[in-house]
């Protein structure tokens, strides 16, 4: 599933995340603050109604519209979506997308470059720095960034649109000399 | 060899291989095709378009308009390539283009002879009748004849790449001002991008003698490059050629990444597109020099001044041995000393007034000899003269800055269209500005690049002006030759002349745009590059109007021509737009699916099982297995919208037609949306949750549109409604299970749930656990049979579909694909997307009862409105042929019995059509004319397209348990 | 054409949807007639000048926005999220 870590960090390296419990969640109406402090209490993150990720642990919030987050849960059980509903309740809904993404890590010195190839947004650290989201779209498919580090990306991308993402992400990766080595994908 | 001693930029050190029409020359590193044919003495490389003509070349640019040839070849020639931009490298191969048989004998060249007759606007004039012989005789004759080079009819064996970049700054253009600019900039801490088309950076600089505090100009381009190489927030592109600006400050480019190769490495892309935005950009795209306008002024052997000039100081080659100059600017007169430096002679520089020195001659060329040039004519002298460099004067470069529709102004004092008001954010630096001498390209650079910085709020540093030497740029003009001998060429590559301008004058095209369109003028490859403000002037001569009045036409990306596949990137042949697949696709190949594109879509369309030879034999057998057994669909296409919120039963009831919040929790209802114009606009289910939380479908077509419309409800119309709304089809793979033995199959799956049709009727719903994870079950049917829709989270759809498989094997559980759901929903009368086609009312639909009266709701007011509820609309109703075994099909149209098959009898047409297996035999359902009302009654069913006249009777659109009976079961 | 989108910041216009003059409001209720309606839906005035639009980011944040943009030059004064510039 893995291209090998090139070394010295130059090249491109893919992993896709498999272990994510994922939620759409939506504030209910004039109710960003009071979900922002309930998500301070139950998560003790500082939940900010931008394009931005909040939280660093296993629970993270990525901002992809107003009052409008991707939840992101590392090691998630099948039922993680409706323990975020009981826990949100009355401040927001939620949504179960666990399913509906398939989330890449892109890393490595050409993870930026390669992205950039893609995507008609800035992505120089001046101007998307790590932590920052965009909600974008890559060779005519839906993509959600996240810069998780210097060099270091993730992708969400509708799973209906997996083989096309990755043939785009292969296509660009040979343009630029990088090797790329093809995931396994659960039928 | 025409190659001199010493000199040049060229790298002397690598001989470089090459064949023009199959013949083996030699160039070395830093020539482009066009300088190492002049260094081997290759006068003749084109024929002109309309006539024929033999054309040498002309420039050393990308204006060039004859030395057209095809690169390459088999499925990597390119027609049309300019001589003049392609980079020589070792292995290159190229073919003249546009005669036959042969470049020195070309059999067309009897146009030139015919010439009186191929005047301007001679197509529209001569082709016109008759009408029928236009496809068949007169497009292809022309074709033939007049073509430019042809392409290979083979498929694009290269791939393309794509790039985005964002900057402070764009410079276009690495002359003196572009570079200047970068240099500024760069040195202030500025995101730069400057883009070159040439594989050089310099610009001018390499083709003229000049210096730069002090030292040669090519040395100071050097000393630059090695410093924007070092600066980090500066990019370089180089062969890299801007071809358009749009709006907002974004540009179009395109990199030419391996066209200086034989072929590209493995991978890698020959071209790659950039899309720029830029805060700021400065053009300093130089400026174009006009040929002039006299008699045989198109012989091989014609050159522009600057060009000679590029060919003997970069490339170091002499094009001639005997050079005359004929000049209207301080630059022509400069190429003398140039010329006397590498040892040519110059037999004559010619001045309208005499300006120059002493030896120059007052007059004017009016003809010139030899097959290619051996003689030029000045006032009725024979002077010997192999070249003769022509300096008509400059037009700058202004095409990117006008894209967008800032219309250029004539500058009397430079005679040429110069750009005032540029749009926002962009500025023109040197030529491009109409400054024409090199002290004014360095002040403009500097300056331009300090006031973006200014504007940007970033400190600009100081930097010292570099001392320039001395460069005089005064222009005359001299728009055509009195008394000339012979044809006098406007646009070389279109074959207009003199007389063409003065002829469309003369039959009242006297519009810039007009004389375009009527003589083909600027409208060849070189899009006008060289000849076309020359035409203008001719013309508003002719007109006795000022050149300011008469204007010039408008610029329209691309400005240079661009291979398509740049635009098309890697989105080719399989992957030309992006694929879905469910998460039941592999299951679905494995059992011999064959796939049909819905939207982005790939959905199963049947299954064909061994011994099969038909596809309607694998449709019926499916359809039948669910009316007799039971039959699994993937239904995951579909679109499912999640909705929630305290008022997410408000926002239904005012999506939908009918009322949605007195849907109790574990119900589902069928539901028809109208556009606000009172057109239906979707269909689907809702399924009622929680008291505060529902779910949607929508047709797999519209699913996205739904979306957009749902959120436009919240976002616009009633924002104050507290109801959230997301699409989740990603999240369920959803499969419809369908058939006599449905639920029997559905307990094995499902042995906890009591699915009794008293605990779980029609059109009941409830979340649910499968295998220790969610999953949600309905009692929908789109068969009309007994049918169960259950969706699992979609990474275990497969596993879904195995375990449906599995626990149905012992009787026989069919998947059915889309074809089959469309013959089960036909036999039931259900509309789909051949009925919901956006013409439809729901009264059409015979839906009338779901509007309803107790509220409002999208499309309520239109769609009451008298006309569309005429009952003489076409409504839905049944079709069945009289005869036995005839077949209807879909599109025909209905007429009655007895008329003509003409529009004024159209009663309506046949919407979808298919083989039902419990009717035995074709059946339709169509929109007919108050069609209710006509029940029993006979009609024609004509399709004109397909050659079809079948008499059907009308009859109910439900042909099969109208009453209802098997899907309550 | 570059729109700045008040959430997610400057994008490309491929990543909206367009839908038209953002003036005409619709007329609610269920005694709003059809005339009424008719104005609503289908009369619009060809502004040659600055406009309030809305479009869609469709392939954003999903989000629909109220533009300000000059027809005849497509310069973009502005942007703001709809459901503000309703209030």
Known sequence: MVGALPAAGGGLA???????????????ASSTAALAQRVAERFGIALIDGPILSGAGAVRFAGTGPGSWLSFCEGADPFWACSMAVQLDGVASVFDQSSGYAVLRLGGAEAMPMLQSGAFIDLHADAFPVGAVAVTVIAHVGAILIRVGEAQFDVAVFRSFAGSFWHWLATSAAARGVPLHRFSEDG | MS???????????????????????????????????????????????KYHRPRGILTAGAEEPNALVTLRSGARAEPNSKATTVELYDGLEAASQNRWPSLGFDMMAVNGLLSPIFVAGFYYKTFMWPRRFWERLYEPLIRRAAGLGALSGLPDPDSYDRDHAFCDLLVIGAGPAGLMAALTAGRAGARVLIVEEDFALGGRLLAERHEIDGQPAADWVAAVAAELASLPTVRVLKRTTLFGGYDSCTFGAVEKVADHLVTPAAGQPRQRLWKIAAKRTILATGAVERPISFGGNDRPGVMQASAVEAYVNRFATAPGKRIAIFALTASGLRLARALKAAGIEVPAIVTPDGTGDGSTIAGMVTATHGKTLRSIEVSGRRIEADILAMAGGWNPAIGIASHLGARPVWDDAIHAFVLKTPPAGMALAGAAAGHFSLGEAIDDGLREAQAALADLGMPATVGARPATSDDPAGVGTLWSVPGSKGKAFVDFQHDVTVDDIALAEREGFRSVEHLKRYTTLGMATDQGKAG???GQALLAAATATAMGEKGTVIARPPDRPVAIGAFAGAHTAAHFRPVRLTAGHAWAAENGASFVDTGQWKR???F??????????????????????????????LGKIEVAGPDAATLLDRLYTNMMSTLPVGKARYGLMLREDGFVFDDGTAARLADDRYVISTTTANAARVMQHVDYCRHVLWPELDAQAVSVTEQWAQVAVAGPNARVLMQRLLPDMDLSNEAFPFMASAQCRWRDGPARLFRLSFSGELAYEIAVPADRGAALMRALTEAGRSFGVTPYGTEALGVLRIEKGHPAGNELNGQTTAHDLGMGRMLSARKDFIGRALAGRAALTDPMRPTLVGLKPVRPGERVRGGAHLLPLGAAARAEHDQGYVTSACFSPVVDGWIALGLLANGPSRIGERVRAVSPVRGTDVEVEVCSPIFFDPEGVRLRG | MRIPCPYCGERDAHEFVYRGDAAPQRPDGAEANEAAFADYVYPRANVAGAMHEHWYHAQGCRTWIVVERDTRSHAIAGATLAREAKR
């Open chain 2, 3 to 49: 190659r001199l001693a010493a000199g040049g930029s060229i790298d002397r050190r690598q001989p470089l291989a090459f064949t023009f029409d199959g013949k083996s020359y030699q160039g070395f590193a830093g020539d482009t095709l066009a300088s190492a044919l002049i260094a081997n003495d290759v006068r003749l490389v084109g024929r002109s378009f």
């Open chain 2, 532 to 534: 076309q403000v020359n």
């Open chain 2, 604 to 606: 199963a369309q049947w």
């Open chain 2, 608 to 637: 064909t099982r061994p011994g099969e030879s038909d596809w309607l034999e694998s449709v019926t057998r499916e359809a039948r297995a669910v009316r007799t057994g039971v039959g699994i669909c993937d239904v995951s296409t």
């Open chain 1, 14 to 28: 893919v992993s896709e995340r498999g272990d994510l419990g994922i939620a759409t969640i939506m504030a209910r």
